[in-house]
């Protein structure tokens, strides 16, 4: 499997430009992580490097690493700040490049009340969908984005269902059939 991703003895320039950069290994897999300041350099690093020139963007997601204690029982534990902590999502990018078969995966944090990153879609088309995604299941923002609207749920929904504090048993208003003059399949 190490012989798809790019390592740190592959990437010495990547670490040399951007030394605050942490490297790690996790099932074979390695992780660059990288302060959400510097996602535009790193953006037009990978897609322009000369050795491995990151072509296509497979993958954008995210992680809540909101405390599972508040999400049960917001009004007993008492911590507020763990809510719009600045480290509470990480965004994690997974990269392609067709002419090395190599991968990389890059991984950002962000946080606070209103979460907000640059939009990657000027280095890669593929983003368009990907970042909705992201913004509807988790609401992080992405700034450039050319239309950042809901993909996956209706316009009217309320909230963000995979962020941990959004409630289990959590209803949405009621709406009214969109063409009420449509049979809609029922008798």
């Known amino acids: ?41 790193i953006f037009d690093f990978f897609k322009n490097h000369e050795k491995y020139p990151m072509d296509i963007l497979l993958d954008i997601t995210a992680v809540d690493y909101l405390t599972s204690d508040y999400a049960e029982r917001p009004n007993v534990t008492g911590r507020e700040e763990d809510l719009y902590s600045d480290t509470r999502f990480d965004l994690i990018y997974h990269f392609y490049s067709v002419e090395t078969n190599r991968r990389v995966r890059v991984l950002t944090t962000c946080g606070g009340e209103h979460p907000e990153v640059i939009s990657s879609y000027e280095w890669w088309q593929a983003a368009h969908y990907l970042e909705r995604e992201v913004w509807d299941m988790f609401g992080i923002k992405f700034t450039g984005h050319p239309d950042l609207r809901r993909v996956l749920l209706y316009e009217e929904f309320e909230g963000f269902p995979l962020r941990k504090d959004y409630p289990t048993l959590g209803e949405q208003p009621r709406l009214s059939l969109r063409n009420p003059e449509q049979d809609n399949g029922r008798s």
């Open 1 to 41: 499997m190490a012989q798809y991703w790019l390592l740190k003895d592959d990437l010495k320039d990547f670490f040399k430009q951007f030394p605050h950069a942490e490297y790690s290994e996790q099932f074979d897999q390695p992780n660059i992580r990288i302060p959400n300041a510097d996602l535009e350099k």
